[in-house]
């Protein structure tokens, strides 16, 4: 079964993109959503390599900025298990958009 970083590496070779270029899309999704931190290259490269574990706030980010299905990506990690995380999961999902 392919992992989330193998289907974001298909998915940006297949739309043209370098990581550089899926940084400057998530950078703009997080200045619209007034995020005052910024995603670098080194922090895609680093999940992309398997060092540091998907999350689903950066999920969301990355599906959004790859203009993916609601959920496509986010549903690889699984639902979330408690009252609380299942706010956040519902949080992010509206906090960042998919445009249509």
């Known amino acids: 079964m392919l992992s989330i970083s193998d289907y ?3 998915i940006l070779k297949k739309k ?3 990581n550089m270029d899926l940084v400057r899309k998530i950078n ?5 959503a007034g995020v005052e931190e910024r995603t670098k290259k080194q922090n895609i490269t680093s999940y992309l ?3 540091q574990s998907w ?4 999920v969301r980010k990355v599906e959004v900025a ?3 299905r609601d959920g496509f990506l986010m549903r690889m990690l699984g639902k979330p298990k408690t009252r609380e995380s299942r706010k956040r ?4 999902m509206n906090k ?3 445009k249509k």
Do not use: A, H, P
């Open 89 to 92: 999961y519902e949080e992010i």
């Open 49 to 51: 390599n398997g060092y």
């Open 66 to 68: 790859l203009e993916l």
């Open 16 to 18: 043209n993109m370098t």
């Open 28 to 32: 703009k999704i997080e200045e619209k």
């Open 8 to 10: 974001i590496r298909i």
């Open 96 to 98: 960042y958009r998919v």
């Open 55 to 58: 999350g689903y706030e950066f």
